[in-house]
């Protein structure tokens, strides 16, 4: 980071090509930091880890970021990503599964209570739909409305918590289905083609989450999702070209 080049801080939110994002931001921009999640209470390490990076991300709530950067007085420029809603779901409960699949090392570096849920979703007959509903209810504070704890914070629940006034925060937000395209609306110059990163196969027909009664759940337990996309895809989504109806 330098005095006249703001810090891009992308609040990286779990399974919305994240880790694409970044890839691309140390690709054109050079040095910066991922995962500050592990360090952001740590105000001596978080200093350490600012000095001459031109970007961060983490699994970090916008206020708390925000927050952490002011303290370190850091001027930053805010970027996030989002993705569908009923996929994000689909993605990240697929994702609890997945991390069994990477080798021991990898499912012993989660904390223990991560490891339990994976057990408990790659045991769980995943194309009854019923037994899918229970365990996103069960495990409501890590799949349903993520993308709003991030993107917002806390308060997204709050029914004062405008979401477009929230967005304020952001310079642009990218979408999963067009990286390229979010990408060159805030990297300098040409940015460089992002290659697809830590993408992981279904462990079940992720046809499941279509089910009307999967549908019919998330769209009540998961609204703030469906109204932050909604309300960021009118904003920040660049307007397509009318087509001229031919007579």
Known sequence: MTQNSPLIAHV??????GTTINAALAATLGPGRDHIQALIRDRAALADTLSG????????PLPV???ALAEQRVSARFVTALRA???HVASHYNWLIEIGHRGRAFLQGHPPEIRDIHLHLRNTDNSNPAAVIANLETYAGLFLNCQARHVIGRHYALAETAF???LDAYDTVVFSD??????ARFLPGRPADPATRN???????????DHPALRTFLMDRNRADETLWAVANARFRPAQPRQEIAA
């Open 12 to 17: 990286h939110v779990p399974k919305t090509a």
């Open 53 to 60: 990076a031109r970007w961060v991300a983490g699994h970090v």
């Open 65 to 67: 970021l925000r927050t």
């Open 85 to 87: 809603p009923v996929a």
């Open 164 to 166: 477009l006034n929230e």
């Open 178 to 183: 067009d990286v390229r395209a979010g990408l």
């Open 199 to 209: 993408q992981s196969r279904y462990h079940f027909d992720p046809a499941i989450f």
